[in-house]
């Protein structure tokens, strides 16, 4: 790697395709909603392939909307080194998330070609469909499909909260391709993400070498009491739905305060109907998203929780059905691939720490089937899923060059 410890990425020009990315779907306070498979993702997808396409690379689109793009290798029968991450953006998401994992992998490959410089792997740039799980869940959807998690069929059938079909937004934007989704096989797969936390950032250290990621479990609750008005009804004879949402929140957020310092636990997406102001609420509809690292709290967490709603729906003469519509178990990212991310990291003369992420990422699918790991640049204040998130343009270029490093010293450089 001696030829090319000096090789950086050109941080002006990442920074412009971020801030041209960001004009597409633009949320209502500078940040984005590219929520997937609406027409602004389609946008936003049109435009990536633009410049990969301009970059020299062949697009495949596989059945899911996963977009591929291939800079061929010296070898054409080595596997190739995938990099990348997600397009698609929450209602009141930022400019980084994900998509600086997509834009940095496409900088590489502009540097690798500005430099003419060729890898005895291909390398593959992806873009995955809906890793955001916020219109259809759940989350990191097309990207479970190829890796085996989800049955296809299951995922296409996913309506969002308009009643619309997966299947069919993919249609209608264009982007359902010919490609058997997940037949592709891949040597390693590497992603850039934003910590979307804080350390990173508190600590002073440029860049996040993920070891591992953190499991999840999003729990779809429905809690049905009776409709009833909210001025004539006695409080003994109230069947209160709302009252149960209530009380379910302060159950999450008590249970994972007990496994500090690292559980979490919140409601995020909460339907209460008739949602009038005097109807006392009949139904309320709402997801838990709790996490760990460890699988053994995060079972423990869930069982609580469970048994909790049924001791409160008991009370309140309410009943209460609840769905797993999410999960993961923590991961652990293969160590030779994240052994390549902290000797770039060493090479570049970047600070860097060993890190669990927070979120989920693609990665922690891709992870089943291929050797992957993650790199991660700190954000301002550690705020993401929110508008104002922010980061530095010398935290998205130390990323995307750590990224870069990674990326050529596992595709092989050819003399
Ligand atoms: O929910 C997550 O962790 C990711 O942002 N989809
Ligand atoms: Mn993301
Ligand atoms: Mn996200």
Redesign the pocket.
């Given at each position: 790697m001696s030829l090319l410890s000096n090789l950086q990425i050109d941080g002006d020009r990442l920074w412009d395709s971020l801030m041209e990315m960001a004009k597409i779907g633009p949320g209502v306070a500078g940040g984005n909603n590219r929520q997937t498979l609406t027409d602004e993702d389609g946008e936003g997808r049109k435009l990536f392939q633009s410049w990969a396409e301009a970059a020299g690379m062949t697009m495949g689109v596989d059945t899911m909307g996963n977009m591929f793009f291939t800079r061929e290798g010296a070898d054409p029968e080595a596997l190739p080194v995938y990099v990348g991450s997600h397009l698609d953006t929450q209602p009141t998401g930022g400019k980084y998330?994900g998509v600086l994992g997509v834009l940095g992998a496409l900088e590489l490959v502009r540097t690798l070609n500005d430099l003419n410089i060729r890898t005895k792997h291909p390398i593959v740039v992806v873009n995955w469909t809906n890793?955001?799980?916020t219109r259809f869940a759940p989350?990191?959807l097309a990207s479970g499909v190829f890796a085996g998690v989800h049955e296809e069929a299951w995922a296409k059938d996913k309506v969002d909260a308009k009643g619309k079909r997966f299947g069919d937004e993919l249609k209608r934007i264009g982007w359902e391709g010919d490609e058997p989704v997940g037949a592709r096989k891949m040597k390693a797969f590497f992603e850039l993400h934003i910590e979307?936390g804080p350390i990173l950032e508190d600590e002073g250290i440029d860049i996040g070498v993920v070891t591992h990621g953190q499991g999840?479990y999003w729990l779809e609750v429905t809690l049905t009491g009776k409709e009833s008005h909210t001025g004539s009804t006695p409080m003994p004879k109230r069947r209160n739905a709302g009252l149960g949402l209530a009380r379910v929140t302060e159950l999450v957020h008590e249970v994972a305060m007990d496994y500090q310092p690292s559980a979490v636990g919140a409601i995020g997406h909460i339907d209460v109907y008739p949602n009038s102001r005097n109807i006392i609420p009949g139904r309320a509809v709402f997801t838990i998203?709790i996490r760990s690292p460890s699988k053994k709290t995060l079972d423990e967490m869930r069982e609580r929780i469970e048994d909790g709603i049924d001791l409160i729906a008991e009370a309140l003469d309410i009943e209460a059905s609840v769905d797993e519509v999410g999960h993961f178990d923590p991961v652990t990212f293969d160590p030779g691939c994240v052994k390549a991310v902290r000797d770039a990291a060493e090479r570049l003369g970047y600070s860097h720490t060993n890190i669990v992420s927070?979120?989920?990422?693609d990665a922690c699918w891709i992870n089943r089937i291929a050797p992957t790991a993650m790199v991660m640049c700190p954000c301002v204040d550690g705020l993401s899923?929110n508008e104002a998130e922010e980061i530095t343009k010398e935290w998205a270029t130390a990323g995307a060059n750590v990224l870069m490093h990674a990326v050529v010293e596992t595709a092989g450089v050819v003399e």
């Open positions: 998330d890793e955001e799980g989350a990191m979307q999840l998203d927070g979120a989920g990422h899923h």
